[in-house]
């Protein structure tokens, strides 16, 4: 048994109060406005039923306030203790607990140990030429945003045009293209992913041939580390378009093709079941009244998916069912 060890400093340094709104689902909407007190996010209180954005924090140091509740504190421990109810004993212990909560949903591992981290996505696919350090870095994050950019990919690679079918204007908006640097991409097509605030977290890599991929390898390679199941690929695009309702499908070249018939709405759950973080994020952005068309693969694992989806999202918003 790891020992419950916990350093306020280094998870502090690795989560941002932005972070654990995130964590919480609170961001959606938020923005960081210039205040007397520094750069300030407002959003709606989550310790009362608030009426109003009454809930200050400073979105640097994380101190909090609600103006409606009164409910404060100086920085995300304080938050999670508020938001999980924590009351162990004293303050101090109430803090240890929540910063063990965070670093257990942001997978942090002390600095000190001698042993390589896990690998962050950025780390293990990131050819050093490549390497484009990005001004935003929320640290620890699920799936924190990637500090490079693939360049110098081959968008019209014969996979993508003659294999695909896949359109110029298609292959662009998606940003896709033949990888040949060095990596775990090293000869694949490269699929930039998003989170659903649209920054980009992955590249999934797909061998442009079918079959005839590297023995022991996949069709698809994800980096290491890499949570799919906490994205829905294409939401931040596809969110545009929901209020025709969401499409559903397992794959991104299934996306690509909806998108190319002008069939925007489109989402991937990235293989045939919905994981409940896809599950939120899909009833979210289609609201209570909105629709789904689940189009997952015809066959044993999509039918299966399917139903499960149906009867998961059924009681939330208006489901459709077809085969493709
Ligand atoms: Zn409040």
């Known amino acids: ?38 750069p300030e996010l407002r959003l709606w209180c989550p310790f009362h039923e608030d009426k109003t954005p009454s809930l200050s924090i400073h979105a640097e140091t994380g101190k909090f306030h609600c103006f409606g509740c009164h409910a404060k504190g100086g920085d995300i421990f304080d938050f999670v203790v508020a ?37 962050a996505a950025a780390e293990t696919v990131a ?4 390497v484009k350090p990005t001004a935003e870095e929320p640290a620890g994050a ?9 360049k110098h990919l081959d968008t019209r690679h ?5 294999d695909r079918g896949l359109k110029e204007a298609t292959i662009d908006a998606f940003g896709l293209g033949y990888h040949s640097g060095k990596g775990i991409m090293q000869g694949r097509v490269v699929i930039p992913i998003h989170n659903e605030q649209g920054e980009l977290v992955a590249y999934a890599g797909r061998w442009p041939a079918d079959p005839g991929w590297p023995e022991g390898d996949d069709k698809y390679q994800l980096p290491p580390g890499f949570k799919k199941s906490k ?67 015809n066959d044993e694992a999509g039918r299966k998916g399917s139903e499960d989806a149906r009867n998961r999202l059924s009681s939330q918003v208006f489901v459709r069912e077809m085969a493709l």
Do not use: C
Request: hydrophobic residues 40%.
């Open 1 to 38: 048994m790891a020992q419950k060890w916990v350093s306020f400093e280094e998870v502090k340094s690795r989560v941002s109060m932005k972070d654990v709104l995130a964590h919480y689902s609170l961001m959606q909407g938020t923005a960081e406005k210039p205040s007397k007190h520094g």
């Open 83 to 119: 938001k999980e109810e924590i009351a162990a004993g004293d303050r101090t212990k109430s803090r240890r607990q929540a910063a063990l909560l965070i670093k257990d949903w942001f997978g942090i591992e002390p600095n000190t140990t001698p042993t390589p981290q896990p690998p």
């Open 127 to 130: 050819p050093v030429e490549d």
């Open 142 to 150: 699920v799936n924190p945003p990637l500090k490079f950019t693939f």
């Open 158 to 162: 014969p996979y993508l045009m003659q």
């Open 231 to 297: 994205v829905l690929f294409n939401l931040h695009r596809a969110r545009e378009h929901a209020t025709e309702g969401l499409i559903v499908v397992e794959g991104f070249f299934t996306v690509f093709e909806f998108w190319q018939r002008g069939r925007k709405n489109v989402v991937a759950l990235m293989g045939s079941t919905m994981s409940a973080e896809q599950e939120r994020l899909i009833v979210e952005t289609v609201g209570p009244k909105g629709r789904v068309l689940l189009a997952l693969d």
